[in-house]
Each structure stands twice: as C-alpha cells, then as structure tokens.
C-alpha cells in the first residue's frame, strides 16, 4: 500500500479525453463476462464506502448477476465521514441514509444480490487492519472472484480495503480484480499499470442499470445544504468517469477468460443476399431525410478531405464527394463496396475493413481530414472498438477539421450500443473540440464538433 495521494474531489481531475483517448484502453483484454461467472462461485465486490461499488464495477456487477452469479457485496464503513463540514447534517444522521442508498443502488444493479454491511469507521480502515483482515478472511472463499478497490487508489480507506483483499485473496486462493475510483481524478494515464488492465464491455441493460444505481446515491451527488461544506463528494466530472461504457480493473496475475475482438464482415456481406439496398437507402423518407440533415448542418461549402466511416454501397459518399476535392469511405462489407464502386467519382478512395484497424494512425500528411462523418455506424463498434475509432479520428483531423455523427435515436437490437450512447462517449473522447451543433428528434441525433472559429455569415462577410 502506497501513502496517500493528496487531492480535493472538488479538482476538476484529469480530463475524460485524455483518458478515453489513450491508445492502451484498445490494448487491453476484454472480459467474457458469461466465461467469468461459469468459471467462479460467486462474485464478491468489496467497497470502502457506500458508492464505490457503483463507481468501480457497477457494470460488472450487473453483468454478472444478468449471467446467473451468485453476487454478495460487501460495504466496509457507512460513509458517514463524507461530509466533515456540513451545516446541518452530521454523521449519526448520515449513515443510515447511505445504508439505505447502499440497498437500492445494489437491488438496482443486481437483483436479490446479498449485502452486507461492516460497520468499520469511516476514514478508519488503516488503523484497524486487524479487523478488517479477520472480517475478510471469514468472507473470501477460494472460488470467488474477489473485486475489491485498488490498492492505490490515493484514498486511505480504499488503499487499505485493497490492500487487505490482495492479502486474503491470495491466501485464501481467490481470484482478484482491483478497481480505481479515485485515480482517474487525481492521475495520468501513464500512471495507470495499464499491464495489469482489463475491461468490461457493458451493454446498453448493464449502462443503464448502473446510471439508476448511481442516482441512488443524491447525498453524494446532490448537496446537503446551502453551505460550502454541503456541496456533493461525486460533482459531475467524477460522475461522468462512472459513466463509462467501459470499466477498466486491474488483475492479479491470473489468466482470464476473454472475448474476441472484431466483428466478422460475413455478417454485413449476409445482408445483401436478398438484395442490393438492404438498409432502405432509395426508399425510406427517413433515410433520404437524414441525408439531407446531414449535409445540412455541414458549415462549409467544400471541404479538402472527408473520411466517411461506415460508407455501405455510397449513397451519402457520393453527395459528400459533390463538396470535397478527396474523399475516403471505409466499410467492412466487400459486398457493400463492389455496390459502391459503380458510377463512383474518381476522387473516391474506397478502404475495406473494419474500424478501428481500417483508420491509419500514423499520422502522415496525406491522411489529415478536415471532415469526418460516421452515420449510423458507432453502435455497431463495441466500446473500446468506439474509442479507438474516434481516437484515431482526432488524431487525423486538421487544425481546423470537423467530426459529425449522425444517428438513429431509437433502441438498439443485438448490437453493442444505441445512438445517444454513441454520442455521450463521442462528446468525452472529443471534449477538446469546440462543439458546435447538436440537434435531435424522435428520430435522429446529430452533433458536430470542431471546425473553423465564427460564422458562415462572418466567412461571406454577411455579418
């Protein structure tokens, strides 16, 4: 256990884009969650305080109780010490209302869970080891599959509940994964063991499972009064971290069964055998509508360079090639692209893959863009397939280039994530860019970010 990291949760932390926009985040193994819960008896999830077990795993913990997991978790203090300066409340009154926060937020993410409470001071877990190694050691069984803070998290009591599960954990023969909370706020990404690192991919179920957990918890969230010491331990940075559609846990050492990456283009080549327009291109008004918003809201006349990810058989690739000297369209359907190809502009440049590997990300002069467009494709990506993406999308864009998303607001049928999903993770990836436009409707999101400073008006000397 290493000494405490000083700092304040009112910091405004490490940016989202910073962190989501790390290329490690692609080169860590992904958990089969279903593999996870066959292969443990249960699943222990470990918090310090009333609320880690949301902020670290909530998704994991949802996961794997939606799998059949035997799920017991296990809160070290009340958190009653989490407001030390408030005007009216104290800690007495306090910590039965995080208790009960406790109960609903665990009920929320994995229904008939067990939860136990050990009613060890707050802000006293490192002067009382002791305890908290022999409650431990009663709790931890050698099938378990142990999530528990990390270690050194910067937090006295998180430090020493990690220190303790990595303890008993490996005495008594139990799997361990460690989650951060408090690291994202106070680290860089280059202080993270990111060797050690694992993800959980959530679905669209485990997201919003743990968005109502997290809502449990309005004492930490909301404030408690009007005074300076009253205001909320979980602002809306740390919660945004918690909203992750990935969840990052360091192992202990041991192999871990894990998905896949990739999705097969069998599956997109599939959906033209009964036809070349499987998607409605030519005959749906929505389609033909979202087209035409899409070129809409683009703020210049002509563009260099435009990459359009996820381009199909070319119907939007075409309209955008009438307003850029060069395009590049991407898709991983080598059917899609044969469609495409017909009737094409010369200054087409057509790429068969998948995303991300179908991007470059070498930063060379000839693949800068100063448009990119991906239109109802991210939810096909799974989460860190999303990021990568739009990482190495702002890594290609000009001083001055823009990225536009365009997608179906509707719910998501077995794909990994639905459109406004895609458009939360897109607008922390992208949180660097101005964001010019946003606009939606029962049908469609569309949010633009980037681009040249003023307005059309301005640049056509209107104004």
């Known amino acids: ?16 884009g910073r962190w989501l926009g790390d290329p490690r985040w692609a080169l860590a193994p992904v ?50 010490g ?48 002791d305890e908290l190694d022999t409650a431990l050691d009663g709790l931890v069984r050698p099938g378990s599959l142990v999530v528990a803070p990390w270690s050194s998290d910067g937090h006295p009591d998180h430090d020493a509940l990690g220190a303790a599960a990595d303890e008993v954990a490996r005495r008594r023969g139990a799997t361990l994964l460690q989650y951060p909370v408090w690291l994202w706020h106070w680290a860089t990404p280059d202080e993270l063991p990111w060797a050690r690192a694992h993800v959980v991919e959530l679905d669209r179920a485990a997201h919003d499972r743990r968005a109502v957990a997290l809502r449990e918890y309005g004492s930490q969230s909301a404030p408690l009064g009007p005074a300076a010491g009253d205001q909320p331990v979980l602002p809306p940075q740390v919660l945004r971290r918690a909203s992750r559609p990935a969840e990052l846990l ?53 563009y260099e360079h435009v990459l359009e990810i996820g381009c199909a058989t070319g119907v939007l690739t075409r309209l955008l090639a009438e307003r850029a000297d060069r395009v590049t369209a991407t898709d991983v359907s080598a059917r899609a692209l044969e469609l495409a190809r017909r009737e094409a502009p010369t200054h087409v440049t057509w ?32 989460p860190t397939e999303l990021l990568e993406t739009l990482r ?20 998501t049928e077995d794909v990994p994530l639905d459109g406004p999903l895609v458009h939360e993770v897109a607008a ?26 003023g307005s059309v008006a301005e640049r056509e000397g209107r104004a």
């Open 250 to 302: 360091l192992g202990d050492g041991r192999a871990l069964p894990e998905l896949p990456r990739g999705v097969e283009p069998g599956a997109f080549d599939a959906m033209y055998d009964d036809g070349e327009d499987p998607w409605g291109f030519h005959g749906s008004f929505y389609e033909r509508r979202k087209r035409d918003l899409t070129l809409a809201v683009l703020p210049r006349e002509r």
């Open 351 to 382: 790429v068969l893959g998948r995303v991300p590997e179908a991007l470059p990300d070498d930063g060379s002069r000839e693949d800068v863009v100063d448009l990119a467009v991906l239109s109802e494709v991210g939810y096909f990506l799974r």
């Open 1 to 16: 256990m290493t000494d405490p990291v000083l700092f304040r949760h009112t910091d405004a932390g490490t940016g989202e």
């Open 82 to 129: 989490s407001h030390p300066d408030a005007s009216v409340w104290d800690p007495e009154r306090l910590a039965p209302v995080r208790r009960d926060e406790a109960a609903a937020a665990v009920a929320a993410l994995a229904p008939g869970a067990e939860l136990r409470h050990l009613g060890l001071g707050d802000g006293s877990l490192a002067e009382r080891r």
């Open 31 to 80: 958990l089969d969650v279903p593999a996870l819960a066959a292969a443990h008896d249960e699943l222990l999830v470990l918090a310090a305080h009333p609320d880690d077990e949301t902020l670290g795993a909530g998704g994991l913990l949802a996961m794997a109780a939606r799998a059949g997991m035997l799920v017991r978790v296990v809160v070290a203090t009340d958190g009653e």
């Open 428 to 453: 922390s990836v992208l949180e660097d860019l101005p964001h010019r436009l946003h606009l939606e409707d029962d049908d469609v999101v569309v949010d633009l970010w980037g681009g040249l400073p």
């Open 392 to 411: 190495r999308v702002r890594s290609a864009l000009s001083s001055s280039g823009e990225v536009l998303l365009v997608h179906w607001r509707h719910a």
